[in-house]
């Protein structure tokens, strides 16, 4: 697909009947529901954590709760398309768009943020935790300044794990943020993903050398932002370990 890359073809909007053919729509539109949906359910990801890893106790009720983010993480996507356009589209009402797509994937990515999140909690030694409980921190203090801090490249690794599912995610975007391929100027509008967009051409059939290009910067996006979150987690890595 590499060939078919041009600087045309990555600037313009893809509008087959005006003549162009290009996937800038679908980049601006793969973003902005990357961004949403992490704004929406990483805050919402790391406080369910802190709960289960630092305030929970044992019981049945955070058994039933463990078991149902697991059986969460297991849904296939789909199916939490078919539940965002029942929810979303249909029952709210936000009919087609940027937001019921977010709001669909955060439910999807959250289960793989919490378990992801929690077990790096969890792996910061006690020890961290008892020297600044012993030196009068408090717990909140002990959380936000020692805890929290130590977390950071784990909490980034989840964050990096669900990015390249929400990147790459076709059923449960195609029924909820819908296939228009525009620039989405507000939450309320529709717009097409680079996955989506694969998806149709794929299915048609008229041009596999757009299918293969589309490919390929779907997985370049996947490389590139990958590698500037680990970038940023091995900085904080670096800082925590002081090497």
Not at 102 to 114: D, E, V, Y
């Amino acid at each position: 697909g590499l060939p078919h890359i041009n600087l045309r073809f990555l600037t313009t909007s893809y509008a087959p009947g005006l003549g162009l053919e290009g996937v800038w729509s679908m980049i601006i539109g793969t973003l902005a529901l990357m961004g949403l949906t992490l704004l929406v359910s990483v805050p919402a990801g790391i406080f369910a954590a802190i709960y289960l890893s630092e305030y929970a106790k044992p019981s049945r009720f955070l058994s039933l709760l463990r078991f149902s983010i697991e059986c969460l993480a297991g849904i296939p996507s789909i199916l939490y398309g078919l539940f965002g356009f029942t929810f979303f589209v249909v029952f709210l009402k936000l009919q087609f768009s940027l937001l019921s797509g977010a709001l669909t994937l955060a439910i999807m990515i959250l289960p793989l943020l919490i378990r992801t999140t929690e077990e790096t909690l969890q792996s910061v030694p006690d020890s961290f935790r008892e020297g600044s409980l012993a030196l009068g921190a408090n717990r909140l203090v002990t959380l936000f300044r020692i805890v929290l801090p130590s977390a950071i490249p784990g909490i980034l690794t989840a964050v990096i794990l669900s990015m390249g599912r929400i990147i790459g995610e076709t059923a449960a975007v195609y029924y909820t943020a819908g296939t228009v391929p525009q620039v989405p100027l507000s939450t309320a509008e529709s717009t097409r993903t680079l996955a989506v967009h694969l998806y149709f051409l794929a299915k048609e059939g008229l041009d596999q050398g757009q299918a293969f290009a589309a490919a390929a910067i779907l997985i370049l996006l996947i490389a590139a932002l990958n590698l500037a979150a680990q970038g940023t987690a091995n900085y904080f890595n670096r800082r925590l370990t002081g090497k």
